[in-house]
């Protein structure tokens, strides 16, 4: 009798120790190494992990961030086709490729087909549910306002739903997977404050996104720079731009940022 109740608890153990493997390993594992911008480590990682949650997206962003866009763009696709994950991702692909419209086309994807994280209750009010609603969502309109930028539609929109999403979210990370967010919607805030005419308030969003920027994290400081740089042309500051190009260039040598960087300043 004791000896089938340890063999049952051994086995209990062991399941949840699966299933915790399953669900955490990308996260605890192969995304530190991807945020230190350590590529070759990352991908060594993945491949003990391919089996668990959520790894074939964690594939495609790798691909995306070494530079590999059409295997990164062929893996999300797939990962769509079998788990409805991974549109917000390929959306960063389009975007570094150019195409713009692809990737709002993705982003408008991804914000169909998410399932939220929390579920509404039926006494929950109308300001409750809204809230609800915003916080059990990844911060996908951010990513749209980003792809509208590069894409030239600037308007008063583009700017509120950057501020809506700040507002709501707070300024603080809320866990691993919350890493660089914020500093590229404060990035992409100052580029829209710099085409609408707000030099004031795009100074003091772009100070914002080098505040939030995570420590050790060159594929977030590349691309914020990058956003940056954009911002700056926009509004034909070249001095500022080329800075903010040769600080992307630096922040991901060997990532597909600091690739983008690299052919500006050619």
């Known amino acids: 009798m ?12 062991l399941g949840l120790g699966g299933l915790g493997a399953y669900l955490f390993a990308p996260v605890v594992w192969v995304l530190p190494a991807l945020h230190a911008g350590d590529y070759a480590k990352a991908w060594s990682r993945l491949r003990w992990c391919r089996w668990c949650y959520g790894a074939d ?11 590999r866009l059409d295997e990164s763009e062929a ?8 788990s409805g994950r991974g549109a917000a991702t390929r959306a960063w692909v389009h975007l570094a490729r150019g195409e713009h419209e692809l990737a709002l086309h993705a982003v408008t994807t991804a914000t169909l087909t998410h399932e939220p994280w929390m579920e509404l209750q039926d006494d929950d009010d109308e300001e409750t549910s809204r809230m609800v609603e915003e916080l059990s969502r990844p911060p996908f309109e951010v990513l749209r306002s980003i792809c509208e930028l590069h894409a030239g539609r600037v308007l008063d929109v583009t700017r509120e739903r950057i501020e809506r999403e700040l507002q709501v979210r707070g300024d603080e ?29 795009a100074e003091a969003n772009a100070a914002k ?21 954009r911002a700056a042309e926009a509004e ?21 940022w600091g690739r983008i960087a690299r052919e500006q300043l050619e």
């Open 236 to 256: 034909g500051d070249t001095a500022a731009a080329l800075r903010s190009w040769q600080q992307a260039a630096e922040a991901d040598p060997h990532g597909v």
């Open 57 to 67: 997206v964690l594939e495609g962003a790798l691909l995306l961030h070494m530079d």
């Open 173 to 201: 990370p809320d866990d691993l997977l919350d890493v660089g967010w914020r500093a590229e919607a404060y990035a992409a805030l100052s580029w829209a404050n710099r085409a609408l005419g707000d030099a004031e308030a």
């Open 75 to 82: 893996r999300l696709r797939e990962a769509e086709a079998t």
């Open 209 to 229: 996104a080098l505040e939030q920027l995570p420590g050790d994290n060159p594929p977030v400081a590349g691309e914020v720079h990058v956003l940056l740089a």
């Open 2 to 13: 004791i000896l089938a109740i340890v063999v049952a608890a051994v086995g209990i153990l």
